[in-house]
C-alpha cells in the first residue's frame, strides 16, 4: 500500500463524506421541487451528481495506490427546510464543512510526506474554492430576491444553459 493506514481511514472517511453530501443535495432538490422551483431542483441534482463524482475519484485513486475501499453507510439527510434561503444556507454549510475535511487531508498528506495524495488532493483544494464560492453567490442570490424565486429560477436556468 502506497499510503498510510491514517491516510487510507481519513480516505474512506472522505468518501463516505463525499457520498453524504451528493444525499444531502438530492434531498435538497426535492425540497426545492416541492415548492414547484424545478429549475433549482435541477441544479441540485446535477450538484448531487458532481458530488458523487469526487467520492468516485478518490476511490479510484485508492484503487490506485493500494489502498483499502470501505464503504460506510451514509447518514439521513434533513429533508425539512423553513424555506429555500435554508435550503442554499445547509449547502453552503455543507460545502464548507468538505472544505474543513479536504484541508485536514491536506495537513495530514504534508505531515506524511505522502506526496502522491498531497498532488492527488489539489485538485480537491481548488474545486472547494468553486463549491464554496458557487453556494456563496447563490445564497447571496435568494437573499436579493426575497419572495421572488422566479427570478433566482430564471438566472439558474441561464447559468445552466449550455455555452456556445
Given at each position: 500500500?502506497?499510503?498510510?493506514e491514517t491516510m487510507?481511514?481519513?480516505?474512506?472517511?472522505?468518501?463516505?463524506?463525499?457520498?453524504?453530501?451528493?444525499?444531502?443535495?438530492?434531498?435538497?432538490?426535492?425540497?426545492?421541487?416541492?415548492?414547484?422551483?424545478?429549475?433549482?431542483?435541477?441544479?441540485?441534482v446535477q450538484q448531487?451528481?458532481?458530488?458523487?463524482?469526487?467520492?468516485?475519484?478518490?476511490?479510484?485513486?485508492?484503487?490506485?495506490?493500494?489502498?483499502?475501499?470501505?464503504?460506510?453507510?451514509?447518514?439521513?439527510?434533513?429533508?425539512?427546510?423553513?424555506?429555500?434561503?435554508?435550503?442554499?444556507?445547509?449547502?453552503?454549510?455543507?460545502?464548507?464543512?468538505?472544505?474543513?475535511?479536504?484541508?485536514?487531508?491536506?495537513?495530514?498528506?504534508?505531515?506524511?510526506?505522502?506526496?502522491?495524495?498531497?498532488?492527488?488532493?489539489?485538485?480537491?483544494?481548488?474545486?472547494?474554492?468553486?463549491?464554496?464560492?458557487?453556494?456563496?453567490?447563490?445564497?447571496?442570490?435568494?437573499?436579493?430576491?426575497?419572495?421572488?424565486?422566479?427570478?433566482?429560477?430564471?438566472?439558474?436556468?441561464?447559468?445552466?444553459?449550455?455555452?456556445?
Open positions: 500500500m502506497m499510503i498510510s487510507n481511514a481519513k480516505l474512506n472517511e472522505q468518501i463516505t463524506a463525499e457520498f453524504a453530501a451528493a444525499h444531502k443535495y438530492l434531498a435538497m432538490a426535492c425540497a426545492f421541487d416541492s415548492r414547484g422551483l424545478k429549475i433549482l431542483c435541477q441544479r441540485f448531487a451528481a458532481e458530488e458523487r463524482d469526487h467520492a468516485m475519484k478518490i476511490l479510484h485513486y485508492m484503487l490506485e495506490v493500494g489502498g483499502r475501499v470501505h464503504l460506510e453507510a451514509v447518514p439521513e439527510p434533513a429533508d425539512q427546510f423553513a424555506n429555500p434561503k435554508a435550503i442554499v444556507a445547509a449547502a453552503l454549510e455543507s460545502e464548507q464543512h468538505v472544505t474543513r475535511l479536504i484541508h485536514d487531508l491536506v495537513s495530514l498528506a504534508d505531515s506524511e510526506k505522502d506526496y502522491a495524495t498531497r498532488s492527488f488532493l489539489q485538485w480537491f483544494v481548488d474545486e472547494q474554492v468553486e463549491e464554496v464560492a458557487s453556494m456563496r453567490d447563490l445564497l447571496t442570490l435568494v437573499e436579493l430576491a426575497g419572495n421572488n424565486l422566479l427570478q433566482v429560477e430564471a438566472r439558474i436556468r441561464h447559468e445552466m444553459m449550455p455555452k456556445s
